[in-house]
T-cell receptor, first 114, second 112 residues
Framework: GQQLNQSPQSMFIQEGEDVSMNCTSS?????WLWYKQDPGEGPVLLIALYKAGELTSNGRLTAQFGITRKDSFLNISASIPSDVGIYFC??????????????FGTGTRLTVIP | EAQVTQNPRYLITVTGKKLTVTCSQN?????MSWYRQDPGLGLRQIYY???????DKGDVPEGYKVSRKEKRNFPLILESPSPNQTSLYFC???????????FGEGSRLTVL
């Protein structure tokens, strides 16, 4: 499968701080997605990006689709304890019919210290 | 409520004892998929299905089987589990292949 490099692998931050994480690939993607996984739960979609250069916000979250289509970043402003979890990026490419087209990064584990 | 339901949520079994993890979605989604999550490796796709009776291998299909006889159900079968299949498994579905995925709550499997 495609390789998505997500960084950092883990972060420990103080409540109220801003957070930034990113995802890079050697392949071009048509869509970038960001998911969050709460402890003991399945991943939940946070933001979807469909166009190179697109900047999209969802509350305190902002994500951008890199202009080269090979990267994306996610920012969280003014972090709160419930932001704790694992954040996954995912990239989608157009492939021949029937082939797998969605690939996940390895995740960024976020810990927020009250 | 729209959801993807997996069972069992937790299972401890022994090497070689066949098991099935069920997955059911109530959203009339065409696309369903199984992932395994391992520390440091993220989510890796095992099998996926684009519609009834249409299944295909993902990145790590060895040791697994699936079937899609009905649109809502997509069971994952481990015919002869081995310890390297100890993992956290997620079922997911989407309206179509290019759509956004809804995940189940996960099934933690331990093979001794």
């Amino acid at each position: 499968g495609q390789q998505l490099n997500q960084s950092p692998q883990s972060m420990f931050i103080q409540e109220g701080e801003d957070v930034s994480m990113n995802c890079t690939s050697s392949s071009i993607f048509n869509t970038w997605l960001w998911y969050k996984q709460d402890p003991g739960e399945g991943p939940v979609l946070l933001i979807a990006l469909y166009k190179a250069g697109e900047l999209t916000s969802n509350g305190r979250l902002t994500a951008q689709f890199g202009i080269t289509r090979k990267d994306s970043f996610l920012n969280i402003s003014a972090s709160i304890p419930s932001d704790v979890g694992i954040y996954f990026c995912a990239g989608r490419i157009t492939v021949r019919t029937g082939a797998n087209n969605l690939f996940f990064g390895t995740g960024t584990r976020l810990t927020v210290i009250p | 409520e729209a959801q993807v339901t997996q069972n069992p949520r937790y299972l401890i079994t022994v090497t070689g004892k066949k098991l099935t993890v069920t997955c059911s979605q109530n959203m009339n989604h065409e696309y369903m998929s199984w992932y395994r999550q391992d520390p440091g490796l993220g989510l890796r796709q095992i099998y996926y299905s684009m519609n009834v009776e249409v299944t295909d291998k993902g990145d790590v299909p060895e040791g697994y089987k699936v079937s899609r006889k009905e649109k809502r159900n997509f069971p994952l079968i481990l015919e002869s589990p081995s310890p390297n299949q100890t993992s956290l498994y997620f079922c997911a579905s989407s309206l179509y292949r290019a759509g956004e995925l809804f995940f189940g709550e996960g099934s933690r499997l331990t093979v001794l």
